[in-house]
Every structure is written in structure tokens, then in C-alpha cells.
């Protein structure tokens, strides 16, 4: 079993910068493809960042590209989001997920945090 427990949410103006973390418990963190997800009031889940078990490859939604960076501490048992440049519709709920799978997809993912809210004021 794999607890996930995340950390950083709060408010902040557009233009502002957030930094997200999850830290997760186990000896077997480096066993895990991490990914962060978001979701707003009335919309879907949606897929934010990946990044693969080494650390050495990143994936990005079309709509954070070049403002979100994801890493991770391996060592930690850690995985991060920095979130610059943020405008209102990033406002949601970031969830951080542990899964086996290199995939982009929710529901393939094994493990999830309970959710830290990002609210970006205009």
C-alpha cells in the first residue's frame, strides 16, 4: 500500500507562483511512474504532469507547457509541481498519483493524495 499526502495549495494572484509536493510513504517510491492531476468545480479529472520513474522524462498538458514543471526526489519518496505564471483557470483541486503505467489516463493510476486546493485569483 501506498499513501500519497500532498502539500503547497493555497491562493494566489494570476501571475503568481505556486509550488505543489507529495510525499509518499514506502520503500518502493522509485518503483512508480508520479503524475499530478486537477480537478475543477462541474468538470472531469484531468491529467497535469507525469514524469517517469528515473526522473529523467516529463510529460505536460498542452495547457501548462512551459509553466509547470514536475520533479522528483527519488531519495525523498517525493514528487513536486512548480506552477509559475498561474491564471484563474488552473483554480482546482491537484491531486498527485502513483502508478505503474506510463499513461496519461486517470483511472490506470493505483494510488492517489487526498487533494490540496489551488485557488488563482484575476
Known amino acids: 500500500q501506498v499513501q500519497l499526502v500532498e502539500s503547497g495549495g493555497g491562493l494566489v494572484q494570476a501571475g503568481g507562483s505556486l509550488r505543489l509536493s507529495c510525499t509518499t510513504s514506502g520503500r518502493t517510491f522509485n518503483r512508480y511512474v508520479m503524475s499530478w492531476f486537477r480537478q475543477a468545480p462541474g468538470k472531469e479529472r484531468e491529467f497535469v504532469a507525469t514524469i517517469y520513474r528515473s526522473g529523467g522524462d516529463t510529460l505536460y498538458a498542452d495547457s501548462v507547457k512551459g509553466r509547470f514543471t514536475i520533479s522528483r526526489d527519488n531519495p525523498k519518496n517525493t514528487v513536486s509541481l512548480q506552477m509559475n505564471s498561474l491564471k484563474p483557470e488552473d483554480t482546482a483541486v491537484y491531486y498527485c498519483?502513483?502508478?505503474?503505467?506510463?499513461?496519461?489516463?486517470?483511472?490506470?493510476?493505483?494510488?492517489w493524495g487526498q487533494g490540496t486546493q489551488v485557488t488563482v485569483s484575476s
Open positions: 498519483a502513483a502508478g505503474l503505467a506510463t499513461t496519461t489516463a486517470a483511472d490506470a493510476y493505483d494510488y
